[in-house]
């Protein structure tokens, strides 16, 4: 059973840093994507960011891409979301995703597990 834990998130004034992690646990396969998605209040769920299991390529959405960055350490099975100069408009509860079949890094329906996901609240 794959499990994916999320950590970091929290209260945040406009202009500071937040990192998110994602241990991962359970898994007894090579996934092909770990991504992060985040769902706002009102609003569907969007992609923020991917990273390529095996080759460490990174995707960011438009919104974040410059201020967000991810990462992966391999030893630890854990994805991490580095958030810089945060604003108001990046509330949302953020969501750790596990792909295991697809390069489709930012559609939502090709992941197959989820964390429980982690609450970002940004003030201005």
């Known amino acids: 059973q794959v499990r994916l834990t999320e950590s970091g998130g929290g209260l945040a004034q406009a202009g500071v840093s937040l990192r998110l992690s994602c241990a991962a646990s359970?898994?007894?396969?090579?996934?092909?994507?770990m991504g992060w998605f985040r769902q706002a209040p009102g609003k569907e769920r969007e992609f923020v960011a991917a990273?390529?299991?095996?080759?460490?390529?990174?995707y960011y959405a438009d919104s974040v891409k410059g201020r967000f960055f991810i990462s992966k350490d391999d030893a630890e099975n854990t994805v991490y979301l580095q958030m810089n100069s945060l604003k108001p408009e990046d509330t949302a509860i953020y969501y750790c995703?596990?792909?295991?079949?697809?390069?489709?890094?930012?559609?939502?329906?090709?992941?197959?597990?989820w964390g429980q996901g982690t609450q970002v609240t940004v003030s201005s």
């Open positions: 990273i390529d299991w095996s080759f460490s390529s990174t």
């Open positions: 359970g898994r007894d396969f090579t996934s092909v994507l």
């Open positions: 995703a596990d792909n295991t079949r697809s390069m489709y890094y930012d559609s939502a329906g090709d992941y197959d597990y």
